[in-house]
């Protein structure tokens, strides 16, 4: 029964993602210049580790009183998208800029930088074009922790010489979605003491297609969330909509932390594997973190 359901999930995850809208590639340079935002949108470019691309791009979000005070520092919340996203996706298709405007201006969120990623798998810079997004079965299949890898060390270490941020655990929360949430929950899962606030939303969690790319990335799940469980993030929660396609799934990796005794939010709202949800999902989760700061 498991073997045919698992093509079966697979394929109905990929009409769905098929079937949403996404960026069809990353705004120019011009993007910092884009009126409406109470904050600071910068378009950096910083050096890729990975073998045959040079350089990647981020977008990075700068609260609005980043500069009152040369002497404070931030923390960071990096934000990944789906299939067929990139580093502006979550601007264009989620309006999570404008979304952490309105939660700052009533007092519902805390002062964080927020980083965009662009997490897709290119071959060499020839194909990366600027960072376009690619189709979401190829999004989905070249899933192999090459970039996952490198995350650490070429994108967080980055923001971390760049601008004012809080270094270390307590200062860092990550998210995403969907393959995004795949990419976050192992990320957070291989990096134990480096996020202090995990955000999974519709996500799944035994890619065993990713693992199988790259066992010391993706496999081994469990004992490194033992590892990180150990002293475990201050908030880590699990968000899905009740009909989405990797609902079932959620449910069983839910339970699977109850019985280990790992402390985290299970979320479910009406809906499916869709932007209607994820915006939510993001409101949540910023509503969650650095509250304690």
Known sequence: MKSRLL?????????????QRYAAGPLSQDIEALPGYRGYIKAISYKSSERDLQERRMT???????????????????????????????????D????????????AASDFILVLTNENNYYGDKDYKNGHAVDAVRAFWTVDGVTESSFMKDVVATVDSLFRTVPGKKGRAIAGMSTGALQ??????????????VGLFSAYAYD???????????????????KQFETPPSYYGLYIGNTDIFYPHMVMFHNALTRKGYKHEFIVTPGGHEWYNWRKFFILFSEKAFKNQ
């Open 60 to 94: 990075v979000y700068l609260p609005e009183n980043y500069y009152d005070d040369t002497a404070r520092r931030f923390p960071v919340m990096y934000l990944f998208h789906g299939a067929r996203g990139n580093e502006v996706t979550w601007i264009e298709r989620g």
């Open 7 to 19: 093509p079966l999930l697979f394929l109905l995850a990929f009409a769905s993602c098929a079937n």
């Open 184 to 197: 976050a929950m192992h990320i957070s899962a291989n990096n134990p003491d480096s996020f202090e606030y």
């Open 208 to 226: 065993v297609a990713a693992g199988l790319r790259n066992p010391p990335f993706y496999f081994g799940l469990w004992p490194k969330l033992e």
């Open 96 to 107: 999570c800029l404008i979304t952490l405007d309105s939660l700052r201006a009533r007092g």
